[in-house]
């Protein structure tokens, strides 16, 4: 509870605190230590440092801050930047201990990214009062629900081996006779795969001869019944196998008076060795011998007078008793060497060899009565001198000499073990629901007052579980909360369904926890409806997240929605996923795009690049060239287009691509005219009478012709661009060069004006040339930006 310490003992809890900063640390440790004793914090001051402790201890929540020195990426480079780096690092490492995110500046982007990597929460570094108890809270209910989901792996793993390796053969059956479910033994007896049984009906597995009987079995126990039977079935390669098999009903519900039987739970034993032995006792005593000394479980022969006469290597394994020791004694007097240890009075023993009477009875009953019921009880190994739990049953066997007893004997000691730490596992289970960090209400139906809360809703709502006991639930819920309350309760006295839906509440400070809730009745054995109960989800922070993802996304869409640019995404079977409206635009489409091919986008001349630039994006890899595409409009119509794409990759996995393309039809089409203009326009300046040059502000030729090339060919420069004007020499000797610089820098006034300048070349030879000035104004600017100059060569 907010504001408090923890009272309760806690378990101590293992916490790696990954932070540069020393101070914050060692703030941490005091403060965790005052609200959570059972907090153990192992600091770390950067990632290589905590993948270290890692690597080498194991922990119960990591506390990671944003900014850390030393951070790894996936490829192993260290980056100064921050720890979202280095969750994708415990992603790697298959770290699944849960992680608290904690940022200096509480920014939302990195928040989400740390949550959608895996993070169980997230914090803002701050130290007034209070923070340090409501951090440790969540700390601890985060811990709590981690090692809760771990038992609860860890227990069905446990549960669901006991049944898969189980020694007899387990079968459900469904209402059709059809088996739905085996275990492990039936696949390894019956030779077939958990594919092939699915849906099998029991006339494949029933032996033909007994047919009849496998019908009768299932209906007596479709009508309610328990059944026990020895049959016979068929294995896949046809082997015969005689079973004692016992059958019992699977109902839709329990203890109710209208409840139905929805199939059959089989457990079978496969007797065949026994019925083998049976058959080889009348048939050859040699024959007999040899089975009998092969079997695993313990075979005990006895004589009409109920003396011991054979002793098979599996029953002296049991016992510790060697045959020697046991030809020629009763089952009683070896009962009484075989007393359990700790059974000293002779009531105890009475008691436990009343169970066995049925087995070590001397009279021999009609050899027509099926096996006796298999009995458990305890026995001493006389070798080993510990007690086992064995099961014995009693067989009447025809032979030439007489009626025989067998006794077959199998050791239940690992079995019975196995059991009962499934059972031990099951209490721990009980006790982790106790303490989830899931809520647990429990209300009457007559008042509805709260009967029972467990410490988690009892610390979200801000009270102590006996401060809850006796009030309402009403009392806790909004105006709207305690609507959808009288209403779900009313309907569920009515149709006792599991409901699963949202509920606000309100704390103690007032302040409204969102949850969802898990409700359902709970009835006496009469089937009345006594109790309800809720288990509850406190959502608060996830709505509060999930509402930001969903502004976040309705933002993204309204920039893809007003781009400029085409924009589309596709799949992994290349069917476009998303569309934007401006690829809609330039393609001319009116109707839906989604769900396309991308390549019904493009002319079948293109296809062959395009499949390329798809092969290319699938492997993850990534372009920042733009290539020149050509589309095929929905009118038939080709578009060029200037495209860009790269990879969709989430979770480190390709999943399609991006796509962004720019409709360039109609500069392409200006680029051709612009470009005929400047061809036109070359021609025209070449074929003037007149020499031409182009000047920037500096004075430097930028551009000339050819006939201003061949007036000006007595300098002696082959590249007139390589002349600035105002540095020419031969322009400086005749006086040109201070004109030139009032025009440029404009102080001189602008005017249709002829210059005449006497030029002399190195040879000292005379050449009288005019100049005609124009300006060229900046496009934006009301500036001149550069100089024509028409130069004619005149006569002296």
Not at 583 to 611: A, H, M, Q, T, W
Request: glycine residues 6%.
């Amino acid at each position: 509870m907010v504001g408090q310490k923890y009272t309760r003992k806690l378990k101590e809890a293992r916490i790696l605190a990954i932070d540069d900063d020393e101070w914050f640390i060692r703030l941490v440790i005091k403060k965790f230590k005052d609200v959570d004793p059972g907090f153990q914090i192992t600091p770390a001051h950067s990632a290589n440092e905590a993948i270290e402790k890692l690597e080498k201890e194991e922990f119960d929540c990591i506390l990671c801050d944003h900014k850390l020195p030393g951070t790894l990426n996936m490829a192993g480079k260290i980056f100064p930047s921050d720890g979202i780096n280095l969750m994708r690092k415990f992603t790697s490492m298959n770290i699944n201990t849960p992680v608290i995110f904690v940022t200096g500046q509480g920014s939302e982007e990195i928040a989400s990214e740390a949550l959608q990597l895996g993070a169980s929460g997230d914090f803002i570094k701050r130290v007034q009062p209070g923070y340090f108890i409501l951090m440790a809270t969540s700390i601890r209910q985060t811990i709590d629900k981690y090692w809760l989901q771990k038992k609860l792996h860890e227990s069905e793993a446990r549960y669901r081996d006991l049944f898969e390796n189980s020694a007899g053969i387990i079968l459900i059956f469904d209402s059709k006779s059809c088996l739905v479910e085996t275990n492990l033994g039936f696949l390894e007896v019956f030779r077939y795969s958990q594919e092939e049984i699915i849906n099998m009906s029991f006339k494949q597995i029933a032996f033909v001869e007994d047919l009849e009987k496998w019908e009768i079995m299932l209906n007596s126990i479709y009508e309610g019944n328990i059944e026990r039977r020895m049959i016979r079935s068929l294995t896949k390669d046809e082997q015969i196998l005689h079973l004692d098999i016992t059958g019992r009903p699977i109902y839709d519900k329990i203890k109710t008076e209208n409840r139905k039987v929805i199939g059959i739970q089989a457990i079978a034993r496969d007797i065949t060795d026994a019925m083998k032995t049976q058959q080889a006792l009348i048939d050859s005593e040699e024959k007999h011998r040899k089975v009998v000394e092969g079997l695993t479980e313990g075979i005990i022969l006895t004589e009409k007078n109920g003396k011991i006469i054979d002793w098979n290597p599996s029953a002296s394994i049991i016992t510790g008793l060697s045959a020697e020791e046991t030809i020629n004694k009763t089952l009683w007097e070896i009962m009484m060497i075989l007393k359990p240890i700790g059974y000293d009075s002779s009531k105890e023993i009475k008691e436990e060899f009343d169970k066995v009477s049925e087995i070590i009875k001397t009279k021999i009953p009609n050899a027509e009565k099926p096996p006796s019921i298999p009995i458990e009880f305890r026995i001493r190994n006389v070798k080993e001198n510990r007690n086992h739990i064995v099961e014995a049953i009693r067989f009447i066997i025809e032979h030439s000499k007489g009626h025989r007893v067998a006794v077959f004997v199998r050791d239940l000691t690992e079995k019975r073990q196995a059991e009962a730490e499934s059972k031990s596992y099951a209490k721990r289970f009980q006790m982790l629901i106790e303490q989830t960090a899931f809520g647990i209400w429990v209300t009457s139906i007559e008042d509805e007052n709260t009967t029972y809360v467990n410490d988690s809703i009892a610390q979200t709502l801000g009270y102590s579980p006996h401060e809850m006991i006796g009030v309402p639930v009403l009392d806790f819920v909004t105006p709207r909360g305690a609507e959808i309350l009288k209403e779900k309760t009313r309907l569920r006295l009515v149709n006792q369904h599991v409901e699963n839906y949202p509920l606000e509440f309100y704390t103690r400070s007032g302040k409204i926890v969102s949850t969802i809730i898990t409700a359902a009745a709970l009835k006496d054995e009469e089937g009345k409806v006594i109790e309800t109960y809720g288990f509850i989800e406190d959502v608060t922070e996830r709505l509060k997240k999930e509402k930001e993802l969903r502004q976040t996304k309705e933002f993204l869409e309204s920039i893809i929605n007003s781009m400029t640019d085409g924009l589309y995404t596709y799949d992994l079977n290349f069917k476009l996923t998303m569309v934007n409206p401006r690829l809609k635009e330039i393609l001319g489409y009116s109707s839906r795009l989604v769900g396309k091919s991308v390549y019904d986008l493009f002319p079948s001349f293109e296809k062959d690049r395009v499949k390329e630039l798809i092969k290319e994006r699938m492997t993850g890899k990534k372009s920042s060239k733009y290539l020149l595409l050509t589309y095929i409009t929905a009118q038939g119509e080709e578009v060029k287009a200037s495209v860009s794409s790269v990879p969709l990759i989430v979770d480190n996995k390709v999943h399609g691509a991006v796509v962004t393309i720019s409709d360039i039809t109609e500069r392409k089409r200006i680029e051709r005219y612009l470009a005929q203009i400047q061809k036109e326009y070359e021609i025209l300046v070449n074929n003037l009478p007149l020499g031409m040059i182009k000047i920037d502000n500096l004075g430097q030729i930028k551009s000339f012709n050819k006939k201003a090339q061949t007036i000006l060919q007595f300098s002696g420069v082959s590249d007139l661009s390589t002349i600035n004007i105002l540095h020419f020499h031969p322009f400086q000797e005749a006086g040109l060069t201070e004109y030139f610089r009032d025009l440029i820098y404009n102080k001189r006034p602008i005017g249709k004006e002829f210059i005449h300048g006497k030029i002399l070349d190195h040879q000292g030879s005379e050449h009288h040339i005019g100049f005609y000035p124009f300006p060229i104004h900046h496009e934006i600017e009301p500036r001149i930006s550069s100089w024509i100059l028409l130069l004619e060569k005149m006569e002296s």
